[in-house]
């Protein structure tokens, strides 16, 4: 719980730096506080787990536990907004930009992130659910002169607001059904046939937990939301939002509703279904990277779900963790690179703009060839075992046709993956009449690094997916 306490306290004591007049040293001061953060909750990982805050109910003794599951993923969000931070560099030339409130509200969001990875309490889902929600509302709508960055804000608002109404309607019929609120209690009593009460509480926070992941039919918010958002800010919800929501959806079905398997299975596998098809299928029809990317998101929220789906307590776990971070490390340099790209060429994020990377800027189109490629889940990266560890878990449940659906859906991913590497490497036009595209020496570096770990989890997945975390 360290983590928790640092980060609000770091997060408060850096709006204070909002007053220096030299903005260039707060990134490097963020970026330390965040690896002082990820230290802090890597010790937990040899400890044993620890439970945070009384509860008044006696099942249990805390709110909050710090378990090597809570550990790991807690890992993975703050190191992704690590590698993340290094592509603000435009915000820290930009004057106008307020760049201590950006860091703080990350930081704040972060304490979200690390409350829904390890809550045992349905209250502190929901506290966790909005404290990481409330700051992305703020900044998806940081960029006050863009009418796209405005729409994305109040569309991220008024749908987020919709969404957490249910989920809290939800808990409190959980709550009717169980009399209480901890994961242990009603494990108790959602066993065999639960009862309507209980059951439509669960479907209720299922839809909750299903519109924060982007899952469909709950997904209509992200193409918009994430498109005329701030890229910087998009790749946080794409990567942080995501991974932190997901371990909060299967931690809470594999503590309460393992019993319950057989009556919430055919709800997840019909989202399952619907979202690789209308991930996959609507990235195909975009011509922008970066809501292509949006619709890429989607499509692995499908992926993801299928470790719900599986629910092996020897696979699930460690599968979920291994895409997590597969899939952020990629995100983070995809993102990163339609960003820098998007800064130095007026602001443009379609397919033609990266034309003639290649020989402008050949280290970026390195670094967006890798990341499309495990995106695309071709052998030799990281999003290849990613995707064979879920297809294997699925594979034990004798689930044949909706790992051959997934197949089928990863192979028109290729498809669309294969555009933006076709537009920098092979395009007709070699792009004289584009600029090169800027890069500083710490976000180049930070390439480098998400891309070497891309490479990295593709030769040696055990590094990762060899960690007991369940």
Not at 214 to 239: I, K, L, N, Q
Not at 282 to 292: E, H, I, L, N
Not at 300 to 326: E, N
Not at 424 to 453: C, F, K, Q, Y
Request: aromatic content about 12%; charged content about 10%.
């Amino acid at each position: 719980m360290n983590a928790i306490l640092f980060l609000s306290f770091f997060g408060i004591a850096n709006l204070f730096m909002a007053f220096t007049k030299r903005k260039e040293i707060i990134l490097p001061v963020v970026m330390v506080g965040l690896l002082v953060v990820f230290g802090l909750t890597a010790l937990d990982w040899a400890g044993p787990a620890t439970a945070w805050l009384p509860s008044a109910d006696k099942i249990l003794p805390g709110m909050l536990r710090m378990d090597r599951y809570a550990v790991g993923f807690s890992s993975i969000c703050v190191l992704t907004t690590v590698l993340l931070l290094p592509f603000s560099a435009s915000y820290v030339r930009n004057q106008d930009a307020n760049l201590a409130e950006y860091y703080s509200l990350l930081m704040f969001a972060l304490v979200g992130a690390v409350m829904l990875v390890s809550y045992e309490n349905l209250l502190m889902l929901f506290l966790g659910v909005e404290v990481l929600s409330i700051p992305m509302y703020v900044l998806a709508g940081v960029d006050k002169k863009n009418p796209r960055s405005n729409e994305a804000a109040l569309k991220y608002f008024l749908m987020g607001a919709f969404a957490t109404g249910i989920l809290l309607f939800g808990i409190a019929l959980l709550y009717g059904a169980t009399g209480t609120f901890t994961l242990t209690g009603i494990a108790q009593l959602a066993v065999g046939a639960p009862g309507p009460m209980l059951l439509l509480g669960l479907l209720m926070v299922l839809v909750g937990l299903a519109f924060k992941v982007g899952a469909a039919p709950f997904h209509f918010w992200t193409p918009d939301v994430y498109e005329g958002s701030p890229t910087f800010f998009t790749a946080f919800m794409s990567t942080v939002v995501k991974t932190a929501g997901f371990a909060a959806f299967y931690k809470l079905l594999a503590a309460s509703f393992t019993g319950a398997y057989a009556a919430w299975l055919p709800t997840i596998l019909g989202i399952t279904v619907l979202t690789l098809l209308i991930g996959n299928l609507g990235a195909v029809a975009q011509t922008s990277t970066k809501r292509m990317l949006a619709y890429s998101s989607i499509s692995h929220a499908g992926y993801l779900l299928m470790a719900l789906v599986a629910f092996d307590p020897a696979r699930s776990p460690q599968a979920l963790l291994f895409y997590s971070a597969a899939y952020s490390v990629a995100t983070v340099a995809a993102f990163g690179v339609v960003k820098l790209v998007a800064d130095a060429r007026d602001g443009r994020e379609d397919y033609g703009v990266l034309r003639g990377l290649g020989r402008t800027n050949p280290g970026l189109a390195v670094a967006l060839t890798v990341s499309m490629l495990s995106l695309a889940g071709i052998p030799l990266t990281g999003g290849f075992f990613g995707k064979f560890f879920l297809f294997a878990a699925v594979i034990q449940r004798n689930l044949i046709g909706l790992v051959l659906m997934a197949v089928l859906m990863a192979a028109v991913g290729i498809y669309y993956y294969f555009r933006p590497i076709i537009a920098a490497w092979m395009s007709d036009d070699d792009g004289d009449d584009l600029p090169p595209v800027p890069v500083t020496t710490r976000e180049s570096i930070t390439l480098w690094i998400l891309t070497a770990l891309t490479i990295l989890l593709g030769i040696l997945p055990g590094l990762v997916s060899s960690l007991q975390i369940g």
